[in-house]
């Protein structure tokens, strides 16, 4: 089970953490994604880690804004998003790349990997900025 937390109402420019805490299940040999759904929209991917935490990516939409971590002996991934926009409002989901579509051994897909790349599921939690 992955469990976010950390979402809320924050003014344009300024910022969150998220935190996904896997329980039940071990992820720290998983690469973990974060993606976003805002109202009416598809699934988008906005960043991706692999297990070790050397390997990251992010949507063009907020490289520079958002930072991707994790801490394997916590279980736990987060996503640090900084000088929030208006257009980032979404309920934001993390997702464990259990059978390793995303990433293997130590490389990973060099694009913006699809959804259906990662087997497990959170609730999402959500996220709103105002202008």
């Known amino acids: 089970q992955l469990v976010e937390s950390g979402g809320g109402l924050v003014q344009a420019g300024g910022a969150l953490r998220l935190s996904c805490v896997a329980s039940g299940r071990t992820v720290s040999s998983h690469a973990m994604g974060w993606f976003r759904q805002a109202p009416g929209g598809e699934r988008d991917f906005v960043a991706g880690i692999n297990w070790s935490g050397a390997i990251t990516n992010y949507a063009d939409s907020v490289k520079g804004r958002f930072t991707i971590s994790r801490d394997n002996a916590k279980n736990t991934v987060y996503l640090q998003m900084n000088s929030l926009k208006p257009e980032d409002t979404a309920v934001y989901v993390c997702?464990?790349?259990?059978?390793?579509?995303?990433?293997?051994?130590?490389?990973?897909?060099?694009?913006?990997?699809?959804?259906?790349?990662?087997?497990?599921w959170g609730q999402g939690t959500q996220v709103t900025v105002s202008s």
């Open positions: 997702a464990a790349d259990t059978d390793n579509y995303y990433c293997s051994g130590n490389g990973c897909y060099p694009g913006t990997p699809p959804a259906s790349d990662f087997g497990a």
